[in-house]
Nanobody
Framework: QVQLVESGGGLVQAGGSLRLSCAAS????????MGWFRQAPGKEREFVTA????????YYADSVKERFTISRDNAKNTVYLQMNSLKPEDTAVYYC???????????????WGQGTQVTVSS
């Protein structure tokens, strides 16, 4: 079992930046691929980005490429999401997820955090 706790959400103006963190705990949590998903009001949860257990492979949704960066620090069991040039359409609850393989992370994770709200004002 892996427990995930997100932090770092908040309110920011368009064009601003935020960094989300996801602290993982539990057995062999550093061996999992990690990812971020988001869900806007009235919409389905969507894939944002994922990183392999080693940090060497990353995937991004087209909507966030060149603006968001995922990284991980396995020594701290923490995954980060640096979000730059934020847009109002990035407003959503952001969820951290852990999965067995980065190849399947776009479909969802095996373990989920509770989510953190990100609101971008225009």
């Amino acid at each position: 079992q892996v427990q995930l706790v997100e932090s770092g959400g908040g309110l920011v103006q368009a064009g601003g930046s935020l960094r989300l963190s996801c602290a993982a705990s539990g057995r062999t949590s550093s061996s999992y691929a990690m990812g971020w998903f988001r869900q806007a009001p009235g919409k389905e949860r969507e894939f944002v980005t994922a990183v392999s257990w080693s940090g060497g492979v990353t995937y991004y949704a087209d909507s966030v490429k060149e603006r968001f960066t995922i990284s991980r620090d396995n020594a701290k069991n923490t995954v980060y999401l640096q979000m730059n040039s934020l847009k109002p359409e990035d407003t959503a609850v952001y969820y951290c997820a852990a999965g067995l393989s980065i190849a399947t992370m776009k479909l969802g994770g095996k373990f989920w955090g509770q989510g953190t709200q990100v609101t971008v004002s225009s």
